[in-house]
């Protein structure tokens, strides 16, 4: 399918995990992708690999996410696509109780706060083009509750489903969609680097998905992707689910 053929993508964490495999996706149906991440050496990789723009940005900081989204209008005279999906999910980010305020602040910041900026710097481009779509990256836990906590992690993840909802019908006029893509856990580096280290809770969650597994980072690309093209034209202000059943269970099968 060539169904971004021509259009302009920016993916934030694009060098890894689910961005890469976005990336990946992205190109393979058509799209020029601009690839942000906070690695020069995996988002150049990533960015070489299929033709692309690497532009080294700390999504944190307003001056670097300016001028990444300033840098894709520049080089390809536009932007149609944002997928904003940089995160982090670090092991002191645990039950409320014992997650200090350094790592609430931090966590805040890369997952909260980025959406923000990269939203507020996309929208600008998106209205000169008369089109668009942002894609957010939230979680099935931004409408349900862990007892395996990531206090601040979850509060993130609801803001930016609040966010993406608030402005998909901000902009839905002007032609923009804004969507919250919500995974369940993805088979990514950052999953297998926190499990690896709590064997006990990443079998908690397993047994709670009614697929049995953990979603691959092609899956939720193929997601992204949808959300992208003009096939989720009547889709915005939107929660995607992609939990392989989680917030539909009330008893996983055995």
Known sequence: MQRLEGRVAVVTGGGSGVGLATVRRFAAEGALVVVADIDDDAGRTAADEVGGLFVRTDVTDEGQVENLFRAAADTFGKLDIAFNNAGISPPDDDSILITGIEAWERVQKVNLTSVYLCCKHAIPHMRANGKGSIINT????????????????????????????????????????????????????LLQEL????????????????????????????????????????????????????????????
């Open 138 to 189: 939230a979680s099935c836990v931004a409408t349900m509750g862990a007892a395996t906590s990531q206090i601040s992690y979850t509060a993130s993840k609801g803001g930016v489903l609040a966010m993406s909802r608030e402005l998909g019908v901000q902009f839905a006029r002007e032609g923009i969609r804004v969507n919250a893509l919500s995974p369940g856990p993805v088979n990514t580096p």
């Open 195 to 254: 499990f690896a280290k709590d064997p006990e809770r990443a079998a908690r969650r397993l047994v709670h998905v009614p697929l049995g597994r953990f979603a691959e980072p092609e899956e939720i690309a193929a997601a992204a992707a949808f959300l992208a093209s003009d096939d989720s034209s009547f889709i915005t202000a939107s929660n995607f689910l992609v939990d392989g059943g989680i917030s539909g269970a009330y008893v996983t099968p055995l």
